[in-house]
């Protein structure tokens, strides 16, 4: 029922940036925070940057002064605006969030299907 949609990903020149987001729908009675992992060929998925509800924010640090996430309570959506992007950052990008629903008492992680970042000349 709920649902998380990222958009934004593409192929991008190094040097270049692109922005992501994600908007959460359905039955959401609160989310404490929203995130971005992302996971390249042959690699784990990573942390990349979080926000938390109180609008604290962490990053991974080789994407730190290079990154910003932000978040729009009101449009229950996340977004990651990334800059300097260089061919490391080529991966599969996904949204998290631990979302509250009606007849759960602590919540749970929900994750968006991933959209594809491409850094290459």
């Known amino acids: 029922q709920v649902q998380l949609v990222e958009s934004g990903g593409g192929l991008v020149q190094p040097g270049g940036s692109l922005r992501l987001s994600c908007a959460v729908s359905?039955?959401?009675?609160?989310?404490?925070?929203m995130g971005w992992y992302r996971q390249a060929p042959g690699k784990q998925r990573e942390f990349v940057a979080i926000?938390?509800?109180?609008?604290?924010?962490n990053y991974r640090d080789s994407v730190k002064g290079r990154f910003t996430i932000s978040s729009d309570s009101a449009r229950d959506t996340v977004y990651l605006q990334m800059n300097s992007l260089k061919p490391e950052d080529t991966a599969v990008y996904y949204c998290?969030?631990?979302?509250?629903?009606?007849?759960?008492?602590?919540?749970?992680?929900?994750w968006g299907q991933g959209t594809q970042v491409t850094v290459s000349s």
């Open positions: 359905g039955s959401i009675i609160r989310i404490n925070y």
């Open positions: 926000v938390t509800s109180d609008g604290t924010r």
């Open positions: 998290n969030a631990h979302i509250v629903t009606p007849g759960v008492e602590y919540g749970y992680d929900d």
